[in-house]
């Protein structure tokens, strides 16, 4: 068998929300409630599994980074959502670019925070451009 990346979970202080705030920006449907998990599958196969953080980790939520190769159509689809939130973004992931779209590799990308601080990123090429054919 070969190896694929199957799931992960994503820690939120209210799973319900942060599954369908990621489940609105990326224009994906909300899964089934599995036990203390929500479900929010992509387009590969692969699921993020929204689980509510237990209040008595130390330091709470460690912010973790999700990149997402999307269409141009999901990207504007997404950046206008994001817009109409409010919600600030950056060219850059030191965040120095506020407000600002990157054009790395001929593409566009953004990068933004979720409900919980997890640093989201909207690419439309992958890093390094589309394989040659």
């Known amino acids: 068998m070969t190896?694929?990346?199957?799931?992960?979970?994503?820690?939120?202080?209210?799973n319900r929300e942060?599954?369908?705030?990621?489940?609105?920006?990326?224009?994906?449907?909300?899964?089934?409630?599995?036990g203390p998990f929500i479900a929010?599958?992509?387009?590969?196969?692969?699921?993020?599994?929204?689980a509510?953080?237990?209040?008595?980790?130390?330091?709470?939520?460690?912010?973790?980074?999700?990149?997402?190769?999307?269409?141009?159509?999901?990207?504007d689809s997404a950046y206008k959502k994001i817009q109409e939130r409010g919600l600030t973004y950056w060219a850059d992931p030191r965040m120095q670019a506020e407000n600002e779209i990157n054009h790395n590799d001929g593409g566009r990308g953004i990068y933004f925070t979720d409900p919980n601080g997890h640093y989201?990123?909207?690419?439309?090429?992958p890093y390094g451009g589309w394989p040659e054919k």
């Open 120 to 125: 989201m990123e909207l690419i439309t090429v």
């Open 3 to 14: 190896i694929q990346f199957n799931h992960t979970i994503v820690a939120s202080n209210d």
């Open 52 to 75: 509510k953080s237990p209040p008595d980790i130390p330091g709470g939520i460690h912010p973790t980074h999700y990149a997402f190769l999307v269409s141009e159509d999901e990207f």
């Open 40 to 50: 929010l599958p992509v387009h590969n196969g692969v699921t993020f599994d929204f």
């Open 18 to 34: 942060t599954a369908e705030f990621w489940a609105d920006i990326l224009g994906l449907e909300v899964g089934a409630e599995w």
